[in-house]
């Protein structure tokens, strides 16, 4: 029987590619996010592809449609917690409070949700376990330049990510990171006009190809269950990284 996982933010970018990257590698694939249309497409051009509509912030929304899937399916063996947003370059004081609070209802509170979701489902299932993989960020590990908001978020999946992989040790439950640079998706289209940088100066950076990052999940969610890739990073060779230097 084919593999499951439930992506989200499976609209456009990475999480489309990678949508696409599994179900052409004969995957079950649940497609979540908030907007139903590009879900619906893609389901509607792929036999095994299931549109999920749904809000990641909203926990019960959360529940319905992975216990939805879970019950067409029979089990759960991946989610790839992908739904994200960023912030406009901008210094900490000129941040506004509710946009800092938006962001990390999605970035932080919708992974939480939706790992919890997975994790039990993934708990209770027979035989028990399962994986989750997290979209971290370069900014995991070192800060951008004016981006706190963004940066924050992204240091607490890293803290989400460890917790879970402790705590599912006893279930057979996996948790690993991916933390990307530069891929080329319509968020990142700006690194290719030029971005705000440290010195003060505005510079475009070098991208690559996202569907590296799709085959990097992929390569994550096939490993035997002995088996788990904690921390990849997958990023433009030339960007700014260390130092964001």
């Avoid at 549109?51 to 909203?58: G, I, L």
């Avoid at 989750?132 to 240091?155: D, E, F």
């Avoid at 460890?162 to 891929?183: E, H, M």
């Avoid at 006009?193 to 003060?200: E, I, L, S, T």
């Amino acid at each position: 029987m084919s593999k499951t996982i439930i992506i989200s933010g499976a609209g456009g970018g990475i999480g489309k590619l990678t949508a696409k990257i599994f179900l052409d590698a004969g995957w079950r694939v649940g497609l979540v996010g908030r907007t139903p249309e590009p879900l619906e497409t893609l389901a509607a051009q792929h036999p095994n592809a299931r549109a999920m509509p749904c809000d990641v912030t909203d926990e019960i929304h959360v529940e319905q449609v992975f216990g939805d899937a879970v019950q067409a399916w029979g089990r759960l063996d991946v989610l790839f917690n992908n739904a994200g947003v960023s912030l406009g370059s901008a210094l900490i004081d000129e941040i506004d409070v509710t946009a800092w609070r938006d962001l990390i209802d999605i970035n932080l509170t919708g992974s939480f949700i939706c790992a919890k979701t997975a994790f039990g489902l993934m708990r209770a299932q027979d035989p028990q376990g399962g994986r989750i993989i997290n979209n971290g960020s370069v900014s995991a590990q070192v800060p951008r330049y004016g981006s706190a908001a963004y940066t924050a978020s992204k240091h607490a999946i890293t803290g989400l990510t460890r917790s879970i992989s402790l705590d599912g040790r006893a279930f057979n439950i996996s948790c690993g990171q991916i933390d990307i640079g530069n891929a080329l998706t319509e968020m990142a289209a700006k690194m290719t006009k030029g971005v705000p940088q440290a010195d003060g100066s505005v510079a475009v950076e070098p991208v690559m190809d996202a569907s590296h990052v799709a085959t990097s999940v992929l390569h994550m969610a096939q490993l035997p269950p002995e088996a788990n890739v904690q921390f990849m990073t997958v990023m433009a060779s030339a960007m700014p990284y260390i130092g964001r230097g």
